[in-house]
């Protein structure tokens, strides 16, 4: 698989590497959008991704239809923005390795994000476009 940085522009990039919140957008089965905000990260495999729990509107939307978008803005400037237009592919996550890697990227207490009764599933954003805001020159 290509990674996330391979479709993403230079000058867009830091988007994805620093510990930001995204609006992650589903559709749900009436064919209505329901976003959430969200935490995400690219992992050692140049893989975006994420973890959601299997009780969240977000997981039954995407069970249904993985077509789904994660929106950034830059906090310093809200006009600079990505935007990823993605099939979301979920795996069950029984060990919470990636909710783990939250905690690591986000700088939080492990325990804060890790309850072992949760169910938890793995997102990986598989993306099919990649816009930034403002458009690359050139």
Same mark, same amino acid.
């Given at each position: 698989?290509?990674?996330?940085? %391979? @479709?993403?522009?230079?000058?867009?990039?830091?988007?994805?590497? +620093? =510990?930001?919140? !995204? @609006?992650?957008?589903?559709?749900?089965?009436? #064919?209505?959008?329901?976003?959430? !905000?969200?935490? $995400?990260?690219? %992992? &050692?495999?140049?893989?975006?991704?994420?973890?959601?729990?299997?009780?969240?509107?977000?997981?039954? &939307?995407?069970? #249904? &239809?993985? &077509?789904?978008?994660?929106?950034?803005?830059?906090?310093?400037? +809200?006009?600079?923005?990505?935007?990823?237009? /993605?099939? !979301?592919?979920? /795996?069950?996550?029984? @060990?919470?390795?990636?909710?783990?890697?939250? !905690?690591?990227? $986000? #700088? *939080?207490?492990?325990?804060?994000? *890790?309850?072992?009764?949760?169910?938890? $599933?793995?997102?990986? $954003?598989? =993306?099919?476009?990649?816009? /930034?805001? =403002? =458009?690359?020159? #050139?």
């Amino acid at each position: 698989m290509p990674s996330i940085f %391979d @479709a993403t522009p230079e000058s867009h990039k830091d988007l994805l590497t +620093s =510990p930001l919140t !995204a @609006a992650l957008t589903t559709i749900d089965g009436q #064919g209505r959008p329901q976003s959430t !905000a969200v935490w $995400y990260f690219v %992992d &050692n495999d140049g893989q975006l991704k994420g973890s959601i729990t299997s009780d969240r509107q977000k997981y039954k &939307n995407l069970g #249904g &239809n993985p &077509n789904c978008d994660l929106f950034i803005i830059d906090p310093q400037n +809200s006009f600079r923005t990505l935007e990823v237009r /993605a099939q !979301a592919e979920l /795996a069950p996550d029984p @060990a919470k390795a990636t909710v783990r890697k939250f !905690a690591e990227v $986000y #700088g *939080v207490d492990e325990a804060m994000l *890790v309850k072992q009764d949760e169910d938890r $599933y793995t997102i990986t $954003y598989r =993306p099919w476009r990649v816009v /930034a805001n =403002p =458009p690359v020159q #050139g």
